[in-house]
């Protein structure tokens, strides 16, 4: 262990891995702890993605194969289905079961759920990094790379730190946006028109 600006910091690959996994867990904590249920679905913009539910009463994303251009910009919701989509395949491959296939992956329905559903997958990846040693760190990354032995293990969980790090903070921005706006259901462009 090392000090670094008051920080115990791990020496180890994996300690280091672990301790940058939950400051960006803690980061992201403060968020969801704050969203409100109106925060999910909120639209920040005319042209945004979100989660709607299908005529089965199931809440799927909107979605294309191709990264459409301009970029929509994403609703609460559906980062957090985002996020329990990528880090639900990343587990799968972690623990040598068949990845599910994104349209498996629903979002839960409501914010309460979805940040359960976040918590719940935190439990397990928690598990994954626990029982990973130095040496499983070297093995060649089954996600998001394919097995591409230029990745390792090690970059897999790096990768997911910055992607939980990166959706965190766009969570975070959303929520702060959307109450800065002064009423709950208005959009950014709708509010800053009004005197």
């Given at each position: 262990m090392r000090v670094w600006q008051g920080l115990v910091v791990p020496v180890s690959r994996r300690g280091l891995l672990r301790w940058q996994f939950d400051?960006?867990?803690s980061l992201f904590e403060y968020h969801l702890e704050r969203l409100e249920p109106a925060d999910f679905l909120w639209e920040p913009a005319a042209h945004c993605w979100t989660v709607r539910p299908d005529a089965d009463g199931e809440w799927t994303p909107d979605w294309a194969d191709a990264e459409p251009d301009p970029i929509p910009v994403p609703t609460i919701g559906w980062i957090t289905w985002h996020i329990g989509w990528w880090w639900t395949v990343a587990i799968d491959h972690a623990q040598?079961?068949?990845p599910r296939e994104r349209t498996e992956i629903r979002w839960p329905g409501d914010g309460d759920k979805a940040v359960a559903w976040l918590r719940d997958l935190r439990t397990e990846w928690l598990a994954?990094?626990?029982r990973l040693s130095e040496a499983d760190l070297d093995g060649v990354a089954p996600f998001p790379w394919q097995n591409d032995p230029e990745h390792t293990v090690a970059h897999m969980i790096a990768w997911l730190?910055?992607?939980l790090m990166k959706n965190a903070a766009e969570i975070g921005q959303?929520?702060?946006l959307r109450h800065a706006?002064?009423?709950a259901?208005?959009?950014p462009a709708?509010?800053?028109?009004?005197r």
């Amino acid at each position: 262990m090392r000090v670094w600006q008051g920080l115990v910091v791990p020496v180890s690959r994996r300690g280091l891995l672990r301790w940058q996994f939950d400051l960006t867990w803690s980061l992201f904590e403060y968020h969801l702890e704050r969203l409100e249920p109106a925060d999910f679905l909120w639209e920040p913009a005319a042209h945004c993605w979100t989660v709607r539910p299908d005529a089965d009463g199931e809440w799927t994303p909107d979605w294309a194969d191709a990264e459409p251009d301009p970029i929509p910009v994403p609703t609460i919701g559906w980062i957090t289905w985002h996020i329990g989509w990528w880090w639900t395949v990343a587990i799968d491959h972690a623990q040598a079961r068949t990845p599910r296939e994104r349209t498996e992956i629903r979002w839960p329905g409501d914010g309460d759920k979805a940040v359960a559903w976040l918590r719940d997958l935190r439990t397990e990846w928690l598990a994954v990094l626990d029982r990973l040693s130095e040496a499983d760190l070297d093995g060649v990354a089954p996600f998001p790379w394919q097995n591409d032995p230029e990745h390792t293990v090690a970059h897999m969980i790096a990768w997911l730190n910055a992607e939980l790090m990166k959706n965190a903070a766009e969570i975070g921005q959303l929520r702060l946006l959307r109450h800065a706006c002064g009423q709950a259901d208005a959009s950014p462009a709708r509010s800053s028109t009004r005197r």
